[in-house]
């Protein structure tokens, strides 16, 4: 029997729920974006823009998510932990002078910030008729990645189409009207770097420029107080005097280090059409339809290649990437796009059924109403707003999402709008695997095998240890070392396992026992090795790590001073102990490294275990310290309940202290702090408090009540979503988006702890709804259904053939070819509570029916 045919055929119950789903996958408003956080992000993995759907002047803000500014060579590399400093703070952390401790370690191990991802330039399309405007809408329908802008003006009607396309790698804006010689526009480039100029030749419209050689946002006073001169060789001289009255640098300002970029933008007449060419823009008029294919590029050409010395030529790429795009009319380029497209974003449905009445109103509006007349289809959209933008941001042989997915207009923004690995960077990624998009993946993990390159020269040159080592941060250039003077963040070599855990959840969603074998575990292991070698004891007979943090908290010592450095972390043992764990049971997987595994296996009991505090909390140091802030954003001691998989219902005495935690923490934070907390809640089965959480992430941010920030600037104090459903940290951070994502699928579906439970953390909010495709470790894909807020039916399909296990809240029976060919026996948690568990085997391709008894 066909195998796709079968589960297809399963799946005719969802059917009409599928399909008002996609009738609802539009963000849509009716006026232009007012600024950058309300306009709409397109991307292809490799270039993007932000559409803002002005009518006089739309404004296309471009990134190509290459183009950093730096080089290999302004890495700074003059840092180590000598045995000597170790030693000393060692001894003062014993002694409980954890003020001192902090002191050397920040003095001594410290580097500077890493480079910073830079705007490529911005396309203008200006329209050069007049009249008033109506009739006007700007939308981004997310089911096929097309943005579009609709008006009237003058009684003729103006549509815009604008997409990026991954097959061709480039952005294509369509412009019709509906009356023939309607259009009449000029286009033209303008950007942030004093470096860009624009031309025009062979009727291209073409932007060139060249990034910054070097990039700091510390000012020029913290440098001098930290006494960092010496690390910034590019803004002072031996002597410590400043060279220059700026820190960011051009061309022979930096002895010319610096990446070039380019944007070629091509005008097609599919009928009529004219064009008036100037010094730096092309007229289009005389027609009714023009569509502008354009491509972007840079000289990037690896992260330990210089892009001046050693780079491509971007206007090379360009001519190939235009000559294979125009060979393809905008029918087909379409076509391509959304075939490319939907072949990854129709894998996974989720329906969550709202009034017409809601659904018919602008999204803004929607966002604004959410807390007070609550709205799931709005919900199911923002989940797939996030599948949408990873499939948009992260495509393979693309960089990895950063701070701001892959859209920036800042030369100094935010945090660098790097790679910040202490959650964002992860986080970004938690929805990979679980919503069926494991390819999208692929960036992230080529991040992590370059890493590791760097991370073996600091292991062996700033620490004397085997193995390979990051710390807080990175960019392009993959920077391994310690940032600067920010004592909660910059020191913390923990990095490695964290990036090991998604290699390994990699091959638990993909049994792909290659991947495993050639890419994983030489990752894995490293970091292991290095854990091994740093690890210390107490002096009670536990290995801790001699130094570290809680990223990025601080604690109150017994002299009432603040700190952040300590012995043992709790995230520092719980990252330790899953990555001891696994690169054991990967090395007896694949049968290597008897003689490590037998080091790790005689380390890993003596971890220092998990503590109980005399609040009932999950403790977040080796002590009972006061948190400097009871309310941090971070809550880095619970990584062993999510994304971990150490604290489960199996454990009650840390589920409990988890949730005790948790509370403590209270629900207000940062965008992406609370898309954290709804996997947490969902990961201690409480639908009813995650979706608490997600309503105050429904917080509309710089508009609605919020007038104080309504101009975008980010002045406001909590954390919520822009116009755009893009996550306000605030300012813009895109991991909130994805924190979302994840930890809605957390609430339906759950496969951690060793079984397939299906629907773990429903809200009473949701009473019935559905999804298709989510997967499960072990290689299952699964579709569910209920109603009431019971599990009505579900299918499974196993691509492994891995046995499987599946937990309920009620009694089940599975169907093969319509047989019965098991049913669930009651359970009894640890907690008291009651469950259904029912075990069987599968083979490749075979498809389950799992019904409810009740």
Known sequence: MNIKLLFLSALFLFTACQSKEKDSLTLWYNEPAANWNEALPIGNGHAGAMIFGGTDNELLQLNENTLYSGEPSVIFKDIKVTPESLEQVVSLLKKGEYTKANEIATKQWLGRLHQYYQPFGDLHIINNKKGDISGYRRELNISDAIAKTIFIQEGITYTREIFASHPDNVIVIRLTSDQSAGIDINIQFDSSHPTASQSISNGRLILQGKAPGYVERRTFEQIETWGDQYKHPELYDSNGKRKFDKRVLYGDEIDNKGMLFEAQIQPVFPGKGETEITENKIRIYNTNEVYLVMALATSFNGYDKSPSLEGINPTQKNESLLKNALKHNYKELKERHTNDYKSFFERVSLTLPSTEEQKVLPTDQRIINFASNPDPDLAALLYQFGRYLMISGSRPGGQPLNLQGMWNKEVVPPWNCGYTQNINSEMNYWPAEITNLSECHEPLFRLIKELSVTGSETAQHMYNRRGWVAHHNTSIWRESLPNDNVPTASFWPMVQGWYSSHLWEHYLFTCDEGFLKNEAYPVIKGAAEFYADWLVDDGEGNLVTPAGISPENAFITEKG????????????????????????????????????????????PRLLPYRIGKQGQLQEWMYDFKEAEPKHRHISHLYGLHPGDQITAETPELFNAAETSLELRGDEATGWSMGWKINCWARLLDGNHAYKIITNLFNPVGFGEDEKSKSGSGTMTGGGLYKSMLDAHPPFQIDGNFGYTAGVTEMLLQSHAGYIQLLPALPDAWPEGSFTGLKARGNFEISCCWTNGKLVEAILQSFAGKPCNIRTSLPIVIMHDKKKIAKSAPQVEPNGKTYYEVSFTTNIGDCFKIHSEY
């Open 561 to 604: 001073e603040r700190a952040a450095l300590s012995m043992g972390p709790t995230m520092d043992m719980t990252i330790i102990r899953e990555t001891f764990t696994r690169t054991i049971k990967t090395a007896e997987i694949l049968g290597v490294d008897a003689e490590l595994q037998a080091e790790l296996k005689e380390k890993l």
